[in-house]
């Protein structure tokens, strides 16, 4: 029985294991080929959507042109063609990569896309950051006073957290620590002084990399200052779902049967806790993350707008209320690559994490 | 259940884990103050705004934002002085009419742009007919329709070929958005030129020049010293023009010192919060903005297209209201004195402008009559109360329009004269109707093109005018025509009052108020005029 246990008849393990590969990269080409439809799905309602509810040339000198000079603009800017021929050019633009130039202010969307790009990249990365150093430990807190009133205290905590409207929590943020204390910078991404100065020196556009490249602690903290209050208000938002879902997965992964059987061999509960219990529950985490950074580019709209943090949130507020098409179109498609790519890479370490995910 | 409630261990993980979040986040947010005083430009003056800009370069613009980036870096050939109206040469050694269509421009030798080339004559020719050539959608080409061709005989002489004779408006467009001169040796000739190749190509011949451009994050000016031209030369070494999205964050920053000038555009409350704060001076000017109530001619009660339509009732309806409202009301209540009551079409601080409604409606000094109102509408027939539809954009003139336009309302029906249906709509769709004939009674707002009276007459009161009213008065079309080519100015004037008395009596719209200009500046800064220019000029600011 022993040695029927421990070596199975090769006739059944080869196949499985080809079954399993194979099952992976079929996974994975799904996974891929998903992106597709994905981004043009969403291309496709923004290109239509945002031309039902008017243009640029009207946007901008609707109340200082008379009829006829507006309407000649718009001919001349050619809004005024077949909606159809509109939508296949740009379409046959987006497969060649040429995201063109905003309407409004002439600068070429890639560059848009280049510069404020990166401004979202460093919020989403300060909120990660936060969301992970608040939400996990916490989570881990609550677990282990189940029930507990600290464990009460976190979970109401945790609501609030993920329930409060950003601009909301922001603008609180700002009036206690920027206003009444006057301990934070109101807005934006760093003082004018060192935006400017950083920008003379060249770098990569990330505030945080290029302070600590100059060497000049002043500039660093200035950009540590600024980010503080954003990446809270942004970052607590998962911190709150993260909190929750480390909780309930700690507490699930407590009661498994392999936790008992490690206890009746001996093993001490403060090592039980941390080597059995805790690494399982953050599995589902990396599952989450990817739906959390769609929630969190969305989230950066409003918290950009309220702390002028001038990055893709804050320029498609910007567009849209300009009407100007091809800027918003960009930036949505940009959006749509980043969420879809994102959850597919999470996907696939999910798969490779846990194998059930594949099946 | 097999989660233990109490061993030493667990609290221990739970203390440490809470303690290691505390931290880091504390460390996160300790110290206090920020660092903005960061002084890496040395002692420039850091001005802060919420407009924006569109394009760097003059042929691709035709808004506030790039024009205040504009007029700090490029030359104009005439201009004002600072607190006047008159225009005289800037860049240009002379500027006049040497013929009935021909308008004559003479250049001092020697100018030269930040990046050492020679500014011409030939610059200038090329400015004009690159502007009118790209006709940018987003430009201010139009702006140039009286413009026939325009010639540079030597290096030093331009001459400006007009389509009508002794056109007196041009001169004031030559001050402003298609005036502005550009390098020939790197601006585009057909197409608008990209914003860092400008900045780049050092092309600036202005009391500045930029050296350092963020687009709509941050502008660093650095006094231009082959600036040659009707201002001084600056007296700070250098401006950072700081943008915001949000006027609350605007306001904070010059608040907390972070930027010396806030100038467009602080709220009206904001203004009022900051005008008790002692660590912040307001600075007002007069202002070229204007707000008014526009009267569709053939869709306003009684109009023209109507079922029961009838002239003398439809005037009567329009003349109850400039009866009842009640301007010094809506300036203080609303606008905190920001803006204020506006009794013509020209307003005060341009040549011509006189009260024309004050003395012919309301109680004859400003204030409203609703026994006038009354007594108006009973004489011309009219059933009481008029159902009036009156629209207003709630995203476009700022967010105290549905304030403004409610107050308004309550006025018009306080003493059941009027039932007003108050509605409001989105900019662009607001834009498409009310020239559509959709609105009877509308909102509009007015910004100048040019510091010049003809700018408040001519778009609104000509046969085809930008309103689409249907307004139509002949004496008035003509009297417009007539003061836009009249040479003498004391002659121009009377044309200017006469036509806005006609306007008064026939009411195509109903002027509400006056925008003052109004600039926060930190305490320790002076030197910000705010004048009929219209125009924030950086170079007297200091600190």
Redesign the interface.
Known sequence: MTTDVADPPAALEAPRKRGGGGTLGRYILIRFLLIFPTVFILVTLVFFLIRMTGDPITAALGGRLPTDQLAERIHEAGYDRNIFIQYFEYLGQIFTFNFGTTITDKQPVVQVLASYGLATFELVLYSLVVAFIVGIPLGMVAAALRDRWPDAVLRISAILFYATPVFFSGLVAKLVFSVWLGWLPVSGRAGVRTEIALGRDGGTGIYLIDAIASGNPAYVWDVVSHAILPALTLGLLTAGIFLRLVRTNVIGTYNMPYIDAARSRGVRESRLVRTHAYKPALIPIITVIGLQIALMLGGAVLTETTFEWKGLGFQLAAYLSARDFVAVQGIVAMIAIIVAVTNFIVDIIAAFIDPRVRY | ?????S?R??????AT??G??TL??AG??G???????????GESI?VGTTD????LDPA?S??NGSLAVQTQVFPYLVNTNYNDTEVVPDLAESAEFTAPNEYTVTLPAGLKWSNGHDLTSSDVKFSFDRNIAI?D??GAS?LLYNLDSVEAPDDTTVVFHLKTDNDQVFPFILTSFPGAIVDEEVFSADA?T??QDIVDGDAFGGPYKIT?W?????V?FTPNENYKGLLDAPVNSGV?L?Y???SS?LK??VQ?G??DVAYRSLSATDVEDLSGNDAVKVVDGPGGEIRYIVFNFNTQPYGATTADADAAKALAVRQAVADLVDREAISDQVYKGTYTPLYSYVPEGFSGAIDALKGLYGDGDGGPDAEKAKATLEAAGVTTPVELSLQYSP??YGPSSGDEYALVKDQLEKDGLFTVNLQST???????DR?ADVYPAYQ???FPDYSDADNYLT?FFLK???L?NHYDNSEVNDLILEQAVEPDADARKADIEKIQELVAADLSTVPLLQGAQVAVTGADVSGVILDASFKLRFAPITK
């Open positions: 259940m097999a989660l233990h409630h061993t261990g667990r609290l221990g993980l739970a884990a809470l290691v979040s880091l986040l996160c947010a110290g206090t103050g920020n660092t903005d005083n960061t002084d890496a430009t850091i924006k800009v569109t394009t691709g035709y808004d006709a959608p987003n139009s608008v990209p914003d350092s963020d687009f709509n994050k941050s660093e950072i700081s915001f999205a949000e964050n904070l920053a907390q972070d930027v995203d476009h989105e900019w662009v769709q607001y834009s498409k020239t509009l707002g007015w778009p085809d005018n930008f689409g």
